[in-house]
């Protein structure tokens, strides 16, 4: 598994990519009331805005972690939103990327790293 | 950066687990362990403690009636031992803060916003005598169905008291300045004690089941719910009392004569009705919308009606809620708004105030 600054992890799955958040940050953002995930087949670049998670409190955007095409989504928790903050490494994943280069990835934090980079 | 401050409960908070933030100039607990959404529902079917010793608390040696010509409250019919929520209004009939304003017999007592109190305490001493700002009383606030329940094992005389009443009662030999009030909806007290004294005051309440610590973040939900203001949001220099749906706060003795900052305006607007109003918004969806949004007659319309002055998600409602302002002829409840939220147009329904009834002991 692989991090992002944005406390997103990374799993590669065959030729895809599943995307979710961290524990760290579905704690940080607390209840999540409702979550906006992008469409199939959508074309995304790293940085793009591709998902919204609003807590009580708050929204916040989920970046594209890299570049690559969206091929699954997790409807459950849009359902459910209450799953990101049960299960935010598992079953509240968020959605599925193909990426064409699965190397990019070696640029991205490990485990280890992440924990150092939130304290 | 300037330091922020600290009410005399920070230490408790941090031990509680609190995570704080700024808020008016203060550090201030925003939520516990429990979190938003535990606090909110913990608060409407139990007790909740909330720390509001950022606010302002000021005594006033005037005449009520010296304080009616900042207000456009009736200040001289308020009886001893009887609190009003008021507004300090501005010449262009704007609203300045909102406040409660008790009369304690041989002074008047005065809870205004944190982040207004310099200000308020300011624009009293410019126009009156005998102002006297409380700089060393925290305030509390507990709150919920089984408030009277727990304050009543410290203090029993809190049983007596009816919605808006306020009484001194002793704690412990302590006085306590008690309010039957407060900024939730629900039934509930602020009580305002000597620093020195809040921390054992509060470990008291917390030491039973039923009461929590709650943060400002369900301190915003529960007030939304309840459909109140929040000064600097929905209601500021901007806006009037009457546009804020705030009429039932000027009493009939000042609708005659005014003797009010903006009195022009806000008497104008009382007998022929404001441009816009606040209006309480359902979202048809699931996406709250939030401070900020802006507000469409039609899914097509180029031009703003309004704007999305408070809004989030109501845990007790489990939907998103909102309230903004809209044109007087939209503001009728089931009239179909559309608010744009990153790009697209989602729709929202105009519905009375509050969101939930309140279950005040009056």
């Known amino acids: 598994m692989k991090f992002t600054e944005e406390h997103e992890w990374l799993l590669v799955d065959g030729d895809v990519v599943i995307v979710g958040i961290t524990d760290h940050a579905a704690e940080q953002l607390g209840d999540i009331v409702f979550v906006e995930l992008p469409e199939l087949e959508t074309k995304v670049a790293k940085g793009d805005e591709v998902s919204v998670i609003e807590s009580v409190k708050a929204a916040s955007d989920i970046l594209a972690p890299l570049d690559g095409e969206i091929v699954e989504i997790n409807d459950a928790i849009v359902t459910n939103p209450g ?34 980079f939130i304290g | 950066m300037t330091e922020l401050r600290q009410t005399c409960l920070h230490d408790l908070h941090v031990e509680l687990g609190a995570k704080m933030v700024p808020f008016a100039g203060y550090a201030m607990p925003v939520q516990y362990p429990l979190g938003v959404m535990g606090e909110h529902l913990h608060t409407r079917e139990k007790a909740g403690l909330f720390d509001v010793s950022h606010m302002g608390q000021v005594i006033l040696r005037a005449p009520a009636r010296a304080l009616e010509t900042l207000v456009p409250v009736d200040v001289q019919g308020l009886a001893v031992g009887r609190q009003r929520y008021a507004l300090f209004t501005n010449a262009d009939g704007g609203i300045l803060d909102d406040l409660m304003v008790a009369n304690r017999g041989d002074h008047l007592f005065l809870v205004v916003n944190a982040a207004c109190k310099d200000a308020d305490i300011a624009h009293l001493q410019a126009h009156l005598p005998g102002v006297e700002p409380v700089t060393d009383r925290a305030l509390l ?53 000597p620093e020195a004294r809040a921390e054992a005051f509060a470990r008291a309440l917390l030491a039973m089941g039923e009461v929590a610590p709650i943060g400002l ?37 000042r609708r005659a004569n005014g003797g009010f900052p903006g009195a022009d305006r806000i008497l104008q607007e009382l007998t022929q009705g404001p441009a816009r109003k606040r209006v309480g918004l359902r979202p048809e969806g699931r996406a709250p919308m939030r401070e900020g949004t802006p507000l469409f007659a039609s899914e097509t319309a180029t031009d703003p009606v309004g704007t999305i002055t408070s809004g989030g998600f109501g845990p007790s409602l489990q939907a998103p809620i909102a309230m903004g302002y809209l044109p007087a002829d939209l503001a009728t409840p089931d009239t179909l708004i559309w608010a744009e939220l990153r790009g697209k147009r989602l729709p929202a329904r105009v519905c009375t105030l509050p969101f939930r009834p309140s279950s005040y002991r009056t």
């Open chain 2, 217 to 253: 973040g369900a301190r915003d939900s529960l007030r939304l719910e309840a459909g109140l203001c929040l000064y600097g949001h929905d209601i500021d220099t901007t806006t009037s009392p009457v546009e804020a749906g705030l009429s039932w706060a000027i009493q009939k003795s």
């Open chain 2, 141 to 193: 606030a507990l709150q919920g169905p089984l408030a009277e329940q727990a304050l009543a094992r410290l203090v029993p005389g809190v049983t007596a008291l009816r919605f808006m009443d306020v009484a001194t009662l002793d704690w412990d030999g302590t006085a306590l300045w008690i309010s039957r009030s407060g900024y939730t909806g629900e039934d509930g007290f602020e009580i305002s004690l």
């Open chain 1, 83 to 116: 799953l990101v903050n049960e299960d935010p490494m598992g079953e509240g994943w968020f959605f599925k990327m193909q990426i064409e280069d699965l190397s990019v990835l070696d640029d991205l934090m490990t485990e280890d790293e992440y924990k150092d």
